[in-house]
Each structure stands twice: as C-alpha cells, then as structure tokens.
C-alpha cells in the first residue's frame, strides 16, 4: 500500500514538473513614467516625431472596471499650468480588460482622444495644437514582462499635419543613455548593463531620445536569460 501512494505522488509530482504553464497575471500596469518609441507605419510628411515620454496609471472605477488613462509627455509640455478643457482633455482614456488574452495581452481596441490647443508654448518644437488617436493598445501581461511593455497604433496631428506610427513602449522610462564624453551620442552599453532594467528584457538606446526603449516589437525579450 505504501509503496502504491509513493507511485502515485511520484506520478502527481513528475506532471506538475512537466507543466510549465505560467499563471495569469491579470493586467497590472507598472510605474507611471514610461517611454516610447514611435515607428513610421507609412510615408508621413509631418516633422519627425521619434517618440516619447508616456504617463500610464490605471484607475478602478466604483462599477468594477478598470480604466488605463494614457498621457504623452507632448501634451503635457505645451501648457505649462496644464489648463484642463473639459471637451478636450490631454489624456486618452480606455476600459482594460480582467484578463490577459491567450498571446499574453490586454487589448483595448479604442482610447478616447487626447487633444491639446494653445496660443503659444514654452518650446520651439512642439505644436500649438496636437491630438492622439490611440488603437489597438495591447498591455504585455506575460509574467516576464507583468505591466511594463506595451504594443499600439497610434494616428499624431500637429498643426494640421498627420502622421501613422506603431509604438512600442516600455517601463521604466527614465534610463538615459547618452554617452558620458559625447552628451549627444547614444551609448548602447548603458541600456545593457542597467540594473533598472528586467535582465530579460531586450533594450538598446534609441539615438533620437537617448532612453532605454524595447530592442524589437513587444513582447521585447531576450530569446535567453541574461547571463
């Protein structure tokens, strides 16, 4: 009879072992500032627009559901005192999903739009009007990447000009990586050798930002764990 149960938990332990399945992680979001990186999807004739700084926060509404509020760091700096117009907020706003589908993503299909117009601003470079329509927004939930890496399509305005891009973003969105004698120049080892960053993901050091940004399109993961 013993050595019986002793197959059995042998048996029970070797398939547990054998399941390498990861649990769900719902869709947690990490941090707040992150960084993106914007890919031409087709010939645009806007000024180049390489990407940016994003602020990403989740908020439980009281009927249960969970929004992702998504603000570019564009729109953010063309008013200074952040001035709110009611009919056209400087966040884009989308209903997240419970669970993460079976790629590992938590899609939101549409954001509301996210428009800012002003009289003047503090920076030569930035439009006196820009508005974002965020689609297809797919949060990486894979329990190597919980929350911190994001995949969407993105149609830019500014001042009338249009532009298409695919965006991939990642936090943390605060690693420099500008070379220490050549403030100007991007140094790729920064971003390999960060501590900040997760070891598996797959980074390098985006020449127009000078962030650590996702190497390819997310999921951005090393094919191997970091030695």
């Known amino acids: 009879m013993t050595r019986h149960l002793l197959r059995l938990t042998t048996a029970a332990t070797l398939l547990v072992s054998c399941d390498t399945r990861q649990p769900a992680v719902g869709c947690p979001i990490q941090g707040v500032e992150w960084v993106a990186t914007y890919k031409p999807v087709e010939t645009n004739t806007c000024p180049e627009l390489p990407g940016e700084l994003l602020g990403l926060q ?3 509404q009281p009927s249960g559901e969970q929004l992702l509020a998504l603000k570019p760091r564009t729109l953010n700096a063309m008013d200074p005192t952040d001035a709110l117009d009611p009919e056209h907020p400087p966040y884009a706003l989308g209903v997240l999903p ?3 589908d079976a790629e590992g993503f938590c899609t939101i299909p549409l ?3 996210a428009e800012k117009q002003v009289a003047s601003v503090p920076e ?3 439009p006196t009007h820009a508005l ?3 689609s297809n927004v797919r949060l990486v939930a894979l329990p190597e990447a919980p929350g911190t890496q994001l995949l969407a ?3 830019y305005t500014a001042d009338g000009c249009t532009a298409r891009y695919e965006v991939w973003a990642m936090w943390p969105g605060n690693i420099g990586c500008a070379d220490e004698d050549s403030p100007r120049e991007p140094d790729d080892s920064l971003c390999q050798q960060s501590r900040s960053i997760p070891r ?10 000078l962030r650590c940004v996702p190497a390819q399109r997310p999921p951005s ?5 970091a030695p």
């Open 111 to 113: 954001l509301s739009i």
């Open 153 to 155: 399509d993105l149609e």
């Open 221 to 225: 993961l090393r094919s191997a764990p």
């Open 132 to 134: 974002y329509r965020w």
């Open 58 to 60: 989740k908020y439980a």
């Open 200 to 209: 598996g993901f797959a980074v390098t050091c985006d020449p127009s930002l």
């Open 98 to 100: 419970a669970e993460a």
């Open 124 to 126: 030569p470079s930035l």
